[in-house]
């Protein structure tokens, strides 16, 4: 099992009036190479899965382990090592003022020890062209341009690259395609699909939009006060329409 979450109990302003327990002894657990979308309603904890995973806040109870590690306690920049995690905002998973070489060069080098060497040359330029041009949105080149000059469908491609350039355990998708115009969320989800078939990365996926959950991913996972009450996969997911989708979440 590539992820698992053990009777995970979350509270939100505790000892206050406005107490919240979200997570109440809460299982989840995803396979390795599942692309799980996972929809409901705002406050249905869809969200604080994916900062509880990716260590943005802790559980008050339950254990979390990523490939049969506990990393319950691990600081967020310490987890960020094997998740990577593109959020809703184009312009925040990356440098704006620096260029999109100079952002991939830093994601290339995520992990590695201190040192002086290079930060980029010829044959970097040349991978980052190689690496780029599939996309077919023209990052390839823009390798000198910064980052805060791009489009949002640019930007937000540019992050899940960097997201995934090297190899990771698991993949945080934050409404990624939320802020973006209708085209362009849907060849930034296309182009997402691509990459996390390509790479076989184990991917969650939170959308508010019930056609992707339904078209993308390997399961479906709908969520409500805290309780997954709808978990569907193989030929169950594909039976699943966003029609059906919607009325379940009136």
Do not use: W
């Amino acid at each position: 099992m590539m992820l698992e979450l053990k009777g995970i109990k979350k509270v939100f302003n505790p000892g206050t009036a406005d107490e919240t327990v979200l997570f109440e002894n809460f299982d989840f657990s995803v396979e390795k190479g599942e692309f799980v979308s996972i929809v409901g309603s705002n406050g249905s904890g869809k969200t604080t899965l994916l900062n509880l995973i990716g260590g943005a806040v802790m559980p008050e109870e339950g254990k979390i382990f990523l490939d049969g590690k506990d990393i319950t306690g691990q600081k967020d920049f310490v987890r960020a090592r094997r998740i990577g995690r593109v959020f809703q905002d184009p312009s925040g998973g990356a440098a704006n003022r620096m260029t999109v070489a100079e952002n991939l060069a830093l994601a290339e080098n995520k992990g590695k020890g201190y040192g002086l060497r290079p930060g980029l040359d010829k044959r970097s330029a040349e991978r980052f062209r190689a690496l780029l041009h599939p996309l077919g949105v023209g990052l390839e080149d823009r390798l000198n341009v910064p980052v805060g000059a791009l489009s949002g469908g640019q930007r937000q491609l540019l992050t899940l690259v960097i997201a995934t350039l090297t190899p990771i355990d698991l993949l945080l998708l934050d409404e990624h395609t939320a802020a973006l115009d209708p085209k362009t969320a849907e060849e930034t989800m296309r182009l997402t699909d691509k990459i996390v078939r390509e790479k076989k990365i184990t991917t969650l996926m939170v959308t508010h939009n019930l056609r992707f959950a339904v078209q993308y991913g390997t399961r479906l996972c709908m969520f409500d006060e805290g309780k997954i009450v709808l978990d569907k996969s193989g030929e169950d997911k594909a039976a699943v329409n966003a029609e059906t989708l919607f009325q379940t979440t009136l």
